[in-house]
């Protein structure tokens, strides 16, 4: 069986299938390039609150991000900048 693709790869494959660059993929969530950058190279997991606004965005589920450092503390300024 195939191993489930992480959150970066299918934030990734999102993207492509879009034909989004990183700094459209910024502008559509709200987001700064730099935070989206670090997702994509898996340098940084989003925190919870950011990992249900790219659920809804892009349908990418949440478990995929899920880790032990996924907290709803962390990294909560994107979500608040989107007001969404």
Partial sequence: ???????AEQ???WMHRRR???REMAEYLGWDETY???LLT???LPGLDNALHLERKTGIPVEVWAS???D???IAEP???AKR
Wanted: aromatic fraction near 4%.
């Fill in 42 to 44: 898996g340098g940084r």
């Fill in 68 to 70: 032990s450092e996924l």
């Fill in 36 to 38: 989206v950058s670090r």
């Fill in 20 to 22: 989004f660059m990183q």
């Fill in 1 to 7: 069986m195939k191993p489930m693709k992480t959150g």
């Fill in 11 to 13: 934030l990734k494959d």
């Fill in 79 to 81: 979500v608040s900048r």
């Fill in 72 to 74: 709803s503390h962390e």
